[in-house]
């Protein structure tokens, strides 16, 4: 029967059940070679001499049980994440104030970012070495960008620009566990579990060439490069660069921790990844099945829009059991080509890529994004984009509008995208700002039909090459609740 985690304190309880039974074994057969120690003999049958011979045979299966223990604590803290000889400790710490989810907060910047990193690799038990090796890669990589893309080929992807199939295996875990794979916090658990866990394949390869155990945080960048990372830098390149930086990350932020933080093991301090926020944020990009690794060390920067001023728009309170089968959208769609509606200008730049999400993983029938469906129904073009008569359905944050708004996407050549928002990007989203996902770079997120998108090497920009464009305006025009109610479909008798 199947074990089904529901919360925190059952977490603990399985842990704790776990280590408890670890200790139980070696304890047994620590209690039995004593036991045939002690034995004297009885009644003239040499029992003692039978038992000194059976004892120092326990030494050999009292080793075996150890081992056996030693397996049970490490499928503990592998499955369920931390070592509950720490959990008491831990939990009852004054200290403890940081939850899990505050290991991941960050306000985007490099020093935020690559706080969050050190953090959450400490907090994981790395040495400040190794973990200043990471650093030192990442930033060469990346810059602490989980959002940027390798500017050469388009290929890398991500802190430490995962390529090929190791891009495509992270797209799928971030398709699957309904996240953005811009996340910090999901790209962070990914690369522990891919590459930096000791138990992963790379990890083991870490372990033998000494990256857990040096105090060198140059050698452990100099490691992470050769066996995770893996570029055509050359070896001056490496060391001038990434085994620096790593010496400089070091200095900077050596001693220092996540903190005692009691409340993140109780909320799951796992090796593995967990759950994530924003359940509806699927994302998919055009894939390699080729092999390699990332080819380039170009340099990245990364994009922080300035504050621009946005309106604010209000949801609408309509009824909400208007049928599209009772609408003449034909009539409403003439309205909306000419109402000039409100605009929002979009910084340069932004806009240029486009997601996807399964319309199906809207599931909350309270919700007005499950309301539409059920007034608009669930329809589908031939390339599974869905719509609502000639719109294609999108997510987008709320500076653009609210579930219902029909918005057209005026793109920097001109050309318009009519849509309307059947979704909201979360803007509590790693690297989620105002306009939109991996700082703004994806401003439209297009729904579409999870059963023949899912698992396929369907893009937009695979049907749609002409949205390959940086966005320069959306125009909301108004709520579909609102308006629908105002052009029904009249009968001529």
């Known amino acids: 029967m199947a074990t089904d985690i529901k919360d925190k304190n059952e977490l603990v309880a399985l842990a704790t059940k776990l280590e408890e039974q670890a200790k139980s074994i070696k304890g047994d057969g620590e209690s039995l070679k004593e036991k045939m120690s002690s034995l004297e003999n009885y009644d003239g049958i040499n029992v003692a001499g ?59 910047t490099v020093n935020g ?78 690369l522990w579990e891919e590459a930096v866990d000791p138990n992963s394949s790379y990890g083991k390869d870490l372990a033998k060439a000494g990256f857990y155990d040096t105090d060198s945080p140059s050698d452990a960048a100099y490691y992470f490069h050769n066996i995770v990372e893996g570029s055509n830098d050359s070896e001056e390149a490496i060391r001038n660069n990434r085994c620096q930086t790593a010496q400089q990350w070091y200095n ?114 309270s919700s007005d994004q499950y309301k539409l469906i059920e007034s608009a129904g669930m ?10 008569g000639d719109r294609y359905v999108v997510a987008t944050t709320t500076t653009f509008g609210n579930v219902g708004d029909f918005i057209d996407v005026v793109q920097e050549d001109g050309t318009v995208i009519k849509c309307i928002i059947g979704d909201i990007k979360s803007q509590g989203d790693a690297n989620c700002n105002k306009w939109g996902h991996s700082n703004g770079v994806d401003v439209v997120e297009f729904v579409v039909d999870k059963s023949s998108w899912y698992g396929s090497s369907n893009s937009v920009v695979k049907f749609h090459p002409e949205w390959n464009k940086n966005i320069d305006t959306i125009i909301n025009k108004g709520n579909y609740f609102d308006l629908a109610q105002k052009y029904p479909k009249t009968v001529d008798i």
């Open 113 to 190: 970012n690559a706080q969050v990193i050190w953090n959450f690799f400490k907090y994981k038990g790395l040495s400040d070495a190794a973990v200043a090796g990471i650093l030192g890669n990442i930033q060469a990589e990346s810059n602490f960008d989980p959002g940027v893309v390798e500017a050469k080929t388009g290929e890398g992807y991500g802190l430490i620009q995962w390529s090929f199939d190791r891009r495509t295996a992270l797209e799928a875990a971030a398709r699957e566990r309904g996240v953005d794979p811009s996340n910090l916090q999901f790209q962070l658990e990914y």
């Open 252 to 365: 900077q932020l050596k001693g220092t921790s996540a903190g005692e933080v009691g409340e993140a093991v109780a909320t799951g301090k796992v090796n593995g990844l967990t759950p994530l926020v924003n359940t509806a944020s699927v994302v998919g990009a055009a894939r390699s099945t080729s092999s390699g690794g990332y080819s380039s060390s170009s340099s990245y920067s990364s994009y922080t829009p300035a504050s621009y001023g946005t309106p604010s728009f209000p949801r609408s309170t309509a009824n909400r059991n208007v049928k599209i089968a009772n609408v003449d959208y034909e009539k409403l769609e003439e309205y909306l080509e000419e109402v000039k509606g409100t605009s929002v200008k979009l910084p340069g730049g932004l806009g240029s890529k486009h997601t996807y999400m399964g319309w199906q993983c809207i599931t909350a029938r």
């Open 50 to 108: 039978s038992g000194q011979t059976l004892a120092s045979n326990m030494d050999n299966i009292i080793a075996d049980l150890d081992a056996v223990s030693s397996n049970i604590k490490n499928f503990a803290i592998s499955i369920v994440g931390f070592d509950v000889d720490d959990f008491s400790s831990l939990a009852n710490s004054e200290s403890s104030k940081m939850s899990y989810e505050d290991l991941f907060k960050t306000d985007g």
């Open 379 to 388: 329809n589908f073009d031939e390339q599974g984009f869905g719509k609502i």
